[in-house]
């Protein structure tokens, strides 16, 4: 039996602890994924306690199938498309202007940059990539996490590599 299974059947007996032990369990790589999307550490902490906030809300209805931490990423990820869907629709304010040593500035820079070029990317391209990429998982596990086949995955892993390498080179 694995892990997820003794601790769901647990947290429907009612334990707290299990509860506990299972957001301990999942936390950092939720929180980690809604950084990648949205940018704003505070926003971040917030998509991650309403995915574990919904995941709880509809968990009468869980059926584990083994994949708890991918169905962990199916909510996060549909919270934050709509966290970016606003996003987008909001205005920017203008950056203040920060004193920032040269190599702190080449750093900053070069991550704006990446991050910009994602941004551009076609959403089903920019979340394999970050599933990828920032998330280390394999492209069978994006592949449940999406709802869609292996195939596809590799295609939209190659065209948002070539994609990006193609921004890379405009930007830089």
Known sequence: MDTDFKLIK??????????????????????????YHCYDSEEAKDLTQDTFLRFFAGFSDYTHRGKTKNYLYTIAGNLCKNYYKKAKEQPTEPLDKVTLSENLEDALTSQLTVRMCLDRL???????????????LKQT????????????????????????????????
């Open 141 to 172: 596990e994006i592949a449940d996490v999406l709802g869609i086949g292996l195939p596809l995955v590799k295609y939209r892993l190659k065209k948002a590599k070539e994609q990006l390498e193609k921004m890379l080179r405009t930007e830089g």
């Open 122 to 136: 076609p959403e089903e391209f920019r979340e394999v990539i970050i599933l990828y990429y920032y998330q280390d």
């Open 10 to 35: 647990r947290m429907r007996q009612g334990d707290e602890a299990a509860f506990d032990l299972f957001i301990h369990k999942y936390y950092t790589d939720i929180l980690r994924y809604c950084t």
